[in-house]
């Protein structure tokens, strides 16, 4: 069984950075391709970016923090990460990291993930 754990969440005002970490155990990471999701209070949960299991590490990313967000994996530490940058108000929620292990590419549709983690939350000041 995959269990992910985040880390990294807090309080930050706007235009600041956090870094979110979320490590795995229990498989073999390195086949997952890794996504970050978040649900805002009283909102659905939605994707924020992916990156691919393949050597290229292809990335995607929602439209609404592509050029602020970078998500990143390091096998080697079973880790992937998902730095933010340029910090809005509105990226205030409850930021879920998951593990697709079907060797799937660009997945951005949550229910083909197969593990989650419980969730870091990022609250962010103006």
């Known amino acids: 069984q995959v269990q992910l754990v985040e880390s990294g969440g807090g309080l930050v005002q706007a235009g600041g950075s956090l870094r979110l970490s979320c490590a795995a155990s229990?498989?073999?990471?390195?086949?997952?391709?890794m996504g970050w999701f978040r649900q805002a209070l009283g909102k659905e949960r939605e994707f924020v970016a992916s990156?691919?299991?393949?050597?290229?590490?292809?990335?995607y990313y929602a439209d609404s923090v592509k050029g602020r967000f970078t998500i990143s994996r390091e096998n080697a530490k079973n880790t992937v990460y998902l730095q933010m940058d340029s910090l809005k108000t509105e990226d205030t929620a409850l930021y879920f990291c998951?593990?697709?292990?079907?060797?799937?590419?660009?997945?951005?549709?949550?229910?083909?993930?197969?593990?989650w983690g419980q969730g870091t939350q990022v609250t962010v000041s103006s």
């Open positions: 990156i691919s299991w393949t050597a290229s590490g292809n990335t």
């Open positions: 229990g498989g073999t990471f390195s086949r997952y391709s």
């Open positions: 998951a593990a697709d292990s079907a060797l799937r590419v660009g997945v951005q549709s949550e229910i083909v993930y197969d593990y």
